[in-house]
């Protein structure tokens, strides 16, 4: 799939320059010591754990920045189904540079991929219905942009990327302001005299705020820790002048009843904070 466009060569080359740093600083004494400078090798990305892998393209991009003459030869692309005994790609040259990157790589795809697999799992019972589901912010700092990038590949779509491509007036926004009124009106002003091309959305917590907030002529609306029932409601009530969100506590169970009610979208943060890692071991090839 394409790389989406907040992966880009400068996020990526800063995040493993930050990593590598912070695994390695003044070397990796284990290899130095042990394996000689000119030894050219090969190791396999072995799946030991059914999966949609993701972070492929990263692993490559991680192997090459440390080390230009690493080759790298891919089986299974991100997001494709991967097999218990796969091989992913066998990565080939410097000895000392394969096994310096290989926690990073790992540690990346491992987690990567549990949340591809996370979100394929949540889209595959969205099929039939227009809703589409959503990540949220709630990422591990400095690894938003693996993060997001493996929900993508798990076919999930991606919120906004963080505090400055979009305006969200949460409930603690709305409490300091008085009123949704006042905040959207507040939002509107700010986004006139700065000339910003950004979307303004209203978190709501019941059928009076979901009014205020259509009369405030937003452009899309959270119906937050709602019932289906009353989110059945909200939705009606929006009758599509503007976008819907469900969010707040969703589960994997309740995924088909809320597209049901035909809410533009389902945000769920344990796409990110509750995916398990999936199990892959780096082999040397002898």
Request: contains cysteine; hydrophobic residues 40%; glycine residues 6%.
């Amino acid at each position: 799939m394409k790389r989406p466009n907040y992966a880009t060569d400068k996020v990526l080359k800063q995040f493993i320059k930050n990593a590598l740093e912070e695994d390695i600083q003044d070397g990796d004494h284990s290899t130095l010591s042990t394996i000689p400078k000119d030894l050219q090798q090969s190791a396999k990305l072995l799946v030991k754990e059914n999966c949609i892998l993701a972070g492929v393209e990263l692993a490559e991009i991680i192997f090459k920045t440390f080390d230009k003459n690493l080759k790298v030869e891919n089986f299974i692309k991100d997001g494709e189904m991967a097999k218990v005994g796969d091989i992913a790609f066998i990565v080939t040259g410097s000895a000392r540079s394969i096994l310096s990157t290989e926690r990073l790589v790992l540690n990346c795809m491992q987690r990567m991929s549990g949340i591809a697999t996370l979100t394929h799992d949540w889209d595959s019972r969205l099929i039939g219905s227009k809703t589409k589901l959503l990540d949220t912010r709630k990422t591990t700092p400095n690894f938003r942009v693996c993060e997001k990038w493996a929900v993508a590949i798990g076919g999930g779509t991606n919120h906004r990327y963080g505090l400055y491509d979009m305006i969200m007036l949460k409930d603690n926004h709305i409490d300091y302001n008085g009123s949704i009124t006042n905040a959207v009106k507040m939002a509107k002003d700010y986004v006139k005299k700065s000339k910003k091309k950004l979307k303004i959305e209203v978190e709501t917590r019941n059928l009076e705020e979901v009014q205020e907030a259509i009369d405030a002529k937003v452009d899309r609306i959270m119906l937050d820790n709602m019932d289906v029932a009353t989110m059945t409601k909200a939705v009606e009530l929006i009758n599509g002048v503007c976008e819907s969100e469900a969010s707040g506590g969703i589960t994997r169970d309740q995924l088909k009843k809320i597209a049901a009610t035909g809410v533009t979208y389902i945000s769920a943060g344990a796409l990110t904070h509750s995916a398990e890692n999936i199990d892959l071991s780096l082999k040397a090839i002898m």
